[in-house]
Protein backbone atom coordinates (compact mmCIF):
# COMPACT_ATOMS: atom_id res chain seq x y z
CA UNK A 1 0.00 0.00 0.00
CA UNK A 2 1.41 3.38 -0.95
CA UNK A 3 0.55 6.32 0.95
CA UNK A 4 0.64 10.22 -0.88
CA UNK A 5 1.57 13.39 1.30
CA UNK A 6 2.56 16.61 -0.17
CA UNK A 7 4.33 19.59 1.68
CA UNK A 8 4.76 23.24 1.21
CA UNK A 9 3.30 25.83 -0.24
CA UNK A 10 5.01 26.86 -3.26
CA UNK A 11 4.90 22.68 -4.93
CA UNK A 12 3.68 19.43 -4.22
CA UNK A 13 6.12 16.93 -2.59
CA UNK A 14 5.10 13.23 -3.24
CA UNK A 15 6.53 11.05 -0.04
CA UNK A 16 5.65 7.32 -0.46
CA UNK A 17 6.09 5.14 2.62
CA UNK A 18 5.34 1.33 2.57
CA UNK A 19 2.59 0.39 5.38
CA UNK A 20 2.54 -3.17 6.98
CA UNK A 21 -0.31 -4.93 4.98
CA UNK A 22 -3.56 -4.63 7.08
CA UNK A 23 -4.62 -7.23 9.25
CA UNK A 24 -8.30 -9.26 8.83
CA UNK A 25 -9.69 -6.70 11.92
CA UNK A 26 -8.01 -3.86 9.92
CA UNK A 27 -9.50 -5.03 6.78
CA UNK A 28 -13.27 -5.24 8.52
CA UNK A 29 -13.08 -1.67 9.70
CA UNK A 30 -11.85 -0.28 7.00
CA UNK A 31 -14.92 -2.03 4.95
CA UNK A 32 -16.85 0.04 7.40
CA UNK A 33 -15.21 3.28 6.67
CA UNK A 34 -16.27 6.44 4.67
CA UNK A 35 -14.53 7.43 1.79
CA UNK A 36 -12.22 10.16 2.20
CA UNK A 37 -12.33 13.49 0.75
CA UNK A 38 -8.66 15.29 0.20
CA UNK A 39 -7.65 16.93 3.41
CA UNK A 40 -5.29 19.76 3.81
CA UNK A 41 -3.86 21.04 6.94
CA UNK A 42 -2.67 24.06 7.21
CA UNK A 43 -0.10 24.36 9.66
CA UNK A 44 3.21 26.23 11.65
CA UNK A 45 5.58 24.54 13.39
CA UNK A 46 5.08 23.61 17.01
CA UNK A 47 1.80 24.37 16.80
CA UNK A 48 -1.50 22.18 17.56
CA UNK A 49 -1.76 21.73 14.14
CA UNK A 50 0.65 18.95 14.08
CA UNK A 51 -1.98 16.87 16.04
CA UNK A 52 -3.91 16.70 12.64
CA UNK A 53 -0.68 15.61 11.12
CA UNK A 54 0.11 12.87 13.67
CA UNK A 55 -2.83 11.73 13.97
CA UNK A 56 -2.77 10.97 9.98
CA UNK A 57 0.56 9.77 10.65
CA UNK A 58 -0.69 7.03 13.18
CA UNK A 59 -3.40 6.08 10.93
CA UNK A 60 -1.30 5.83 7.93
CA UNK A 61 -4.41 8.35 6.00
CA UNK A 62 -3.16 10.58 3.18
CA UNK A 63 -3.11 13.99 3.42
CA UNK A 64 -1.67 17.37 1.74
CA UNK A 65 0.49 19.54 4.61
CA UNK A 66 0.69 23.52 3.53
CA UNK A 67 3.27 25.46 5.08
CA UNK A 68 6.39 27.07 3.85
CA UNK A 69 9.05 26.19 6.52
CA UNK A 70 10.70 28.64 8.46
CA UNK A 71 8.40 31.39 6.81
CA UNK A 72 6.21 32.74 9.46
CA UNK A 73 4.71 35.22 7.12
CA UNK A 74 4.15 33.17 3.90
CA UNK A 75 2.66 30.68 6.04
CA UNK A 76 0.42 33.33 7.53
CA UNK A 77 -0.63 34.62 4.53
CA UNK A 78 -1.98 31.11 3.16
CA UNK A 79 -3.53 30.60 6.37
CA UNK A 80 -5.58 34.13 6.00
CA UNK A 81 -6.35 33.32 2.17
CA UNK A 82 -8.38 30.13 2.83
CA UNK A 83 -9.92 31.46 6.69
CA UNK A 84 -9.47 35.14 7.09
CA UNK A 85 -12.35 35.13 9.95
CA UNK A 86 -10.71 32.78 12.17
CA UNK A 87 -7.09 32.34 11.27
CA UNK A 88 -6.07 29.21 13.49
CA UNK A 89 -3.79 26.44 13.32
CA UNK A 90 -5.23 24.15 12.76
CA UNK A 91 -7.88 25.02 9.75
CA UNK A 92 -8.33 21.99 8.01
CA UNK A 93 -10.11 21.97 4.44
CA UNK A 94 -12.12 18.62 4.43
CA UNK A 95 -13.19 18.01 0.58
CA UNK A 96 -15.15 21.74 0.37
CA UNK A 97 -15.68 22.24 3.95
CA UNK A 98 -12.53 24.27 6.55
CA UNK A 99 -12.92 23.39 9.75
CA UNK A 100 -11.21 24.25 12.63
CA UNK A 101 -10.88 22.54 16.82
CA UNK A 102 -8.31 20.22 16.22
CA UNK A 103 -10.36 17.86 18.69
CA UNK A 104 -12.94 17.73 16.28
CA UNK A 105 -10.99 17.16 12.97
CA UNK A 106 -9.74 14.64 14.89
CA UNK A 107 -13.10 13.28 16.06
CA UNK A 108 -14.87 13.53 12.39
CA UNK A 109 -11.52 11.81 10.97
CA UNK A 110 -11.49 9.14 13.14
CA UNK A 111 -15.22 8.39 13.34
CA UNK A 112 -15.76 8.60 9.66
CA UNK A 113 -12.48 7.32 7.83
CA UNK A 114 -10.61 5.13 10.87
CA UNK A 115 -13.97 3.89 12.97
CA UNK A 116 -12.66 2.41 16.33
CA UNK A 117 -9.46 3.33 15.72
CA UNK A 118 -7.36 5.00 18.84
CA UNK A 119 -10.17 4.82 20.66
CA UNK A 120 -11.35 2.56 23.34
CA UNK A 121 -14.72 0.57 22.36
CA UNK A 122 -17.57 2.59 23.29
CA UNK A 123 -18.80 0.43 26.36
CA UNK A 124 -15.05 -0.23 27.67
CA UNK A 125 -14.67 1.65 31.05
CA UNK A 126 -11.74 3.42 29.40
CA UNK A 127 -14.19 5.38 26.94
CA UNK A 128 -15.13 8.11 29.71
CA UNK A 129 -12.04 9.13 30.67
CA UNK A 130 -10.55 8.87 26.64
CA UNK A 131 -13.25 11.56 26.18
CA UNK A 132 -12.94 13.05 29.51
CA UNK A 133 -8.80 14.03 28.73
CA UNK A 134 -9.76 14.91 24.21
CA UNK A 135 -11.97 17.77 26.47
CA UNK A 136 -9.91 18.32 29.22
CA UNK A 137 -6.98 18.90 26.57
CA UNK A 138 -8.37 22.11 25.34
CA UNK A 139 -11.34 22.82 28.03
CA UNK A 140 -9.29 22.98 31.43
CA UNK A 141 -5.93 22.40 30.13
CA UNK A 142 -4.99 24.73 27.43
CA UNK A 143 -7.33 27.25 28.57
CA UNK A 144 -5.52 27.83 31.88
CA UNK A 145 -1.70 27.51 30.90
CA UNK A 146 -2.86 30.11 28.64
CA UNK A 147 -4.41 32.69 30.95
CA UNK A 148 -1.79 32.03 33.35
CA UNK A 149 1.17 32.75 30.51
CA UNK A 150 -0.29 35.90 29.39
CA UNK A 151 -0.59 37.52 33.26
CA UNK A 152 2.72 35.82 34.21
CA UNK A 153 4.27 37.47 31.59
CA UNK A 154 3.11 41.06 33.05
CA UNK A 155 4.06 40.06 36.33
CA UNK A 156 5.96 36.93 37.76
CA UNK A 157 3.92 35.13 40.04
CA UNK A 158 4.73 35.21 44.03
CA UNK A 159 2.35 32.90 44.88
CA UNK A 160 -0.51 30.87 43.22
CA UNK A 161 -4.34 32.42 42.96
CA UNK A 162 -7.38 30.60 44.67
CA UNK A 163 -9.01 29.51 41.26
CA UNK A 164 -7.64 26.28 39.76
CA UNK A 165 -4.57 27.80 38.28
CA UNK A 166 -2.03 25.91 35.71
CA UNK A 167 -0.13 23.52 38.62
CA UNK A 168 -3.54 22.20 39.72
CA UNK A 169 -4.73 20.98 36.22
CA UNK A 170 -1.33 19.76 34.61
CA UNK A 171 -0.95 17.39 38.91
CA UNK A 172 -4.50 16.25 37.92
CA UNK A 173 -3.17 15.05 34.55
CA UNK A 174 -0.01 13.75 36.96
CA UNK A 175 -2.04 11.78 38.84
CA UNK A 176 -4.42 10.17 36.45
CA UNK A 177 -1.09 8.90 34.64
CA UNK A 178 -0.44 7.09 38.23
CA UNK A 179 -3.32 4.72 37.32
CA UNK A 180 -3.40 4.54 33.72
CA UNK A 181 -0.13 4.48 30.59
CA UNK A 182 -2.20 6.62 28.49
CA UNK A 183 -4.75 9.19 28.73
CA UNK A 184 -6.95 6.62 26.72
CA UNK A 185 -6.74 4.11 29.64
CA UNK A 186 -4.87 0.99 28.77
CA UNK A 187 -3.78 1.87 25.13
CA UNK A 188 -2.53 4.98 23.29
CA UNK A 189 -5.28 7.11 22.26
CA UNK A 190 -6.33 10.45 20.04
CA UNK A 191 -6.66 11.55 23.67
CA UNK A 192 -2.95 11.43 24.28
CA UNK A 193 -2.52 13.26 20.65
CA UNK A 194 -4.83 15.87 22.53
CA UNK A 195 -3.03 16.34 25.58
CA UNK A 196 0.62 16.51 24.57
CA UNK A 197 0.62 20.08 23.24
CA UNK A 198 -1.17 22.04 26.02
CA UNK A 199 1.81 19.73 28.57
CA UNK A 200 4.31 20.70 26.79
CA UNK A 201 3.30 24.44 26.67
CA UNK A 202 2.57 24.21 30.41
CA UNK A 203 6.23 22.41 30.96
CA UNK A 204 8.49 24.23 28.00
CA UNK A 205 7.04 27.66 28.74
CA UNK A 206 7.74 27.17 32.64
CA UNK A 207 4.71 27.54 33.78
CA UNK A 208 4.46 25.02 36.04
CA UNK A 209 8.13 23.50 37.23
CA UNK A 210 7.80 20.45 34.55
CA UNK A 211 10.38 18.02 37.46
CA UNK A 212 7.31 18.09 39.70
CA UNK A 213 5.83 15.87 36.75
CA UNK A 214 8.02 12.82 36.72
CA UNK A 215 4.76 10.36 35.29
CA UNK A 216 3.80 13.15 32.73
CA UNK A 217 7.64 13.46 31.76
CA UNK A 218 7.81 9.46 31.43
CA UNK A 219 4.76 9.84 29.10
CA UNK A 220 6.51 12.04 26.77
CA UNK A 221 9.49 10.09 26.78
CA UNK A 222 6.85 6.95 25.36
CA UNK A 223 5.53 9.29 22.72
CA UNK A 224 8.86 11.03 21.48
CA UNK A 225 9.59 7.13 20.53
CA UNK A 226 6.43 6.69 18.73
CA UNK A 227 7.46 6.10 15.12
CA UNK A 228 4.04 8.32 13.82
CA UNK A 229 5.30 10.85 15.82
CA UNK A 230 8.89 11.41 14.75
CA UNK A 231 7.35 10.90 11.15
CA UNK A 232 5.04 13.89 12.00
CA UNK A 233 8.20 16.01 13.12
CA UNK A 234 10.02 15.10 10.12
CA UNK A 235 7.57 16.73 8.25
CA UNK A 236 6.14 19.37 10.04
CA UNK A 237 8.95 20.43 11.75
CA UNK A 238 12.05 20.24 9.05
CA UNK A 239 13.83 23.23 10.09
CA UNK A 240 12.68 23.10 14.15
CA UNK A 241 10.30 25.44 15.74
CA UNK A 242 9.44 28.72 14.09
CA UNK A 243 8.35 31.72 16.25
CA UNK A 244 8.17 30.33 19.51
CA UNK A 245 6.76 32.19 22.67
CA UNK A 246 9.51 32.96 25.22
CA UNK A 247 9.25 30.68 28.33
CA UNK A 248 8.25 32.85 31.79
CA UNK A 249 10.87 33.86 33.90
CA UNK A 250 9.58 32.08 37.21
CA UNK A 251 7.01 30.06 37.35
CA UNK A 252 4.48 30.02 40.61
CA UNK A 253 6.06 28.72 43.18
CA UNK A 254 4.33 24.85 44.26
CA UNK A 255 2.54 24.45 47.51
CA UNK A 256 -1.09 25.44 49.10
CA UNK A 257 -3.01 27.88 47.68
CA UNK A 258 -5.66 30.29 49.28
CA UNK A 259 -8.61 29.17 50.25
CA UNK A 260 -11.39 29.12 47.55
CA UNK A 261 -14.26 31.54 48.10
CA UNK A 262 -16.85 30.12 50.55
CA UNK A 263 -19.52 32.53 48.54
N1 LIG B 1 -8.97 25.23 20.38
C1 LIG B 1 -8.31 25.39 19.11
C2 LIG B 1 -7.15 26.37 19.29
C3 LIG B 1 -6.48 26.79 17.99
C4 LIG B 1 -5.40 27.83 18.26
O1 LIG B 1 -5.61 28.80 19.00
N2 LIG B 1 -4.21 27.65 17.64
C5 LIG B 1 -3.12 28.57 17.87
C6 LIG B 1 -1.79 27.91 17.52
S1 LIG B 1 -1.39 26.57 18.57
C7 LIG B 1 -3.27 29.75 16.94
O2 LIG B 1 -3.41 29.57 15.76
N3 LIG B 1 -3.22 30.95 17.49
C8 LIG B 1 -3.22 32.15 16.70
C9 LIG B 1 -3.83 33.28 17.44
O3 LIG B 1 -4.33 33.07 18.55
O4 LIG B 1 -3.82 34.37 16.87
C10 LIG B 1 -7.84 24.01 18.60
O5 LIG B 1 -7.73 23.08 19.44
O6 LIG B 1 -7.64 23.83 17.40
Known amino acids: MRRAMSVGIAGLVLALAAAPAPTLAAQARAAKAAPMPPITIYHLEGRRSERIVWLME ?147 LNIVDKDQFPRINAWRAKIEARPAYRRMLAKARPKGMVGGLPALPAHAPPGPRPAPPTR
Not at 63 to 70: D, G, I, R, S, T
Not at 110 to 122: I, M, W
Not at 181 to 186: D, E, L, T
Request: aromatic content about 12%; charged content about 15%; cysteine-free.
Open 58 to 204: ELGLPYQLEFKPADMAATSAALRGINPAMPVFPTVKYGDQVLVESGAIIETIVNRHAPGRLTPALNSPDYPYHLMWMHYAEGSLASRAIADYRVWMIQPPTARSRLVDSEQVVQFAEDYLAKQPWFGGAEFSTADIMMLFPLNFAMQ
